[in-house]
């Protein structure tokens, strides 16, 4: 018997828990059309971020170091999949919609600038008076405008719930409105996972990134509650850390996480017993968390990472190089527009030109913005 998406939908249905999404019961699209007949609604949404342009540049994109920094550290792409992988483990544990999480894990992060978020924080500030710059935003207009691959509309017409699990990022945007919802209802269980995961994978590989440049040494942690329970757990008493034993910590540090999030999700739904999606969304706070007291050891890690390997002196030489490439082309082709290439002068009677140049600039990789500005800086290279 051959699983097409009438055997797949039954599946779901048979399978997840009732506070899930079933694709069968999705809101369906902005614009009308068939469905595949051999994957669900939310399997053809993480099919079709995928293959969008947006997705593969995210290879070229930081997410600490630049890309010419080394070919070992994790850029968007890298980030992206982890965030997607672990997501799936939560919600097969949790029997919510593991293809739901998985779209919303792969599209989180489609709206980053070049250069991480000394690229989004200097398109914020040159973007003050125009509406501000935020890669959540951004991302939910790559998939409804920016991306161009169907005749018929703009952006990749994804399901309802796949955008919704973009809106309810904990950000301080907000994109509720956009899509006519009520700001104040929480995300789906799927929505609060792949939201959750986003930090919980962000902050264990940043670390990893950390150890391996030697921007951190493993006694610079010995006061991090979490590091000494993931040292224990993994028997290591300190030293000389070699590659294997790196491994097997942040692997140790993952676990830790989502253990944690597993058994406090677990009690959560027990004492509230939801019967839907509905249910999850009226709470007064997200039924996916950690415990007290993990999220107490994760928050002084982060604290640690913010003070020790973000402002790191490499890492700000890096994040102000950024911010001078960022913000000299935005001002060149502000006062220039006709440098703009013909297709996207052609967005600005509609878009304004501050939005124009900040989606131009926001959709290039690193080495694609490092060329650009060399095109425009460089006597020698040519336009």
């Not at 018997?1 to 999705?26: G, K, N, T, V």
């Not at 940043?206 to 993931?230: F, S, T, Y």
Request: net charge negative.
């Amino acid at each position: 018997m051959l699983f097409d998406r009438a055997r797949l939908e039954h599946l779901e249905e048979q399978s997840l828990a009732p506070y899930a999404i079933a694709s069968a019961h999705s809101l369906g699209r902005e614009h009308r059309e068939q469905e595949s007949a051999n994957r669900t609604a939310f399997q053809r949404d993480r099919d079709r971020i995928i293959h969008s342009a947006a997705f593969r540049r995210l290879e070229y994109k930081t997410q600490v170091f630049v890309f010419d920094e080394g070919d070992y550290y994790r850029t968007r792409l890298t980030h992206t999949l982890e965030v997607a992988q672990i997501g799936r483990t939560i919600a097969r544990a949790l029997r919510i919609n593991e293809d739901l999480v998985e779209a919303i894990c792969l599209a989180h992060d489609l709206g980053h600038p070049p250069f991480g978020h000394a690229g989004e924080d200097t398109l914020h500030d040159l973007m003050q008076d125009d509406g501000g710059f935020n890669h959540n935003q951004q991302s939910y207009r790559v998939v409804t405008l920016l991306e161009e691959r169907y005749a018929n509309w703009a952006g990749l017409n994804l399901t309802r719930e796949t955008l919704m699990g973009l809106a309810k990022h904990e950000t301080s945007i907000n994109l509720s409105e956009a899509l006519g919802v009520d700001p104040h209802i929480r995300g789906s269980l799927e929505a609060q996972v792949a939201d959750l995961t986003d930090e919980l994978a962000y902050t264990a590989h940043d670390l990893d990134d950390g150890l391996l440049a030697g921007l951190i040494q493993p006694e610079d942690l010995d006061n991090v509650e979490i590091w000494r329970l993931v040292c224990s757990n993994v028997h290591w008493q300190g030293g000389r850390m070699q590659e294997v034993q790196r491994h097997a910590l942040i692997r140790e540090l993952v676990g830790v996480l989502v253990n944690d999030v597993l058994a406090t999700t677990e009690a959560n739904l027990s004492r509230v017993q939801p019967a839907s999606t509905a249910e999850v969304q009226k709470q007064g706070s997200n039924l996916v968390a950690y415990s007290v007291t993990m999220n107490g050891m994760r928050l002084a890690l982060r604290h640690f990472l913010y003070e020790r390997m973000y402002n790191h002196y490499r890492v700000v030489r890096m994040q102000q190089r950024a911010r001078r490439f960022v913000s000299e082309m935005f001002a060149t082709l502000k006062r220039t527009p006709a440098q703009l290439p013909p297709e996207w002068q052609g967005r600005i009677e509609s878009r304004g030109l501050a939005r124009t140049i900040a989606d131009y600039i926001a959709c290039m990789t690193d080495r694609s913005a490092l060329l650009e500005y060399r095109r425009f800086f460089d006597p020698s290279m040519r336009p």
